[in-house]
């Protein structure tokens, strides 16, 4: 049986698309993957934002054989 924790968080953009900040969500229950989740996701680029600063959501899936 596959191991296929979802980790779902709050990402803050700044105008020009950095991730500023990271919310976990729900966390996973694994620490580790909780925080490498977080690490990946604050490497993430998105398309610049109108507003100055906006916040989404966003989900890895991990895939653990």
């Known amino acids: ?7 779902p968080f709050y990402v803050l ?4 698309g950095q991730v500023s900040r990271v919310l976990i969500k729900r966390r996973s229950g694994y620490p580790e993957l909780d925080r490498l989740a977080a ?3 604050r490497q993430w680029l998105y398309e610049a ?17």
């Open 39 to 41: 690490e990946a996701v």
């Open 49 to 65: 934002v109108s507003s100055g600063a906006e916040w989404r959501e966003a989900t890895i899936v991990f895939e653990i054989p």
């Open 13 to 16: 953009l700044t105008a020009e």
């Open 1 to 7: 049986q596959r191991l296929e924790p979802h980790i």
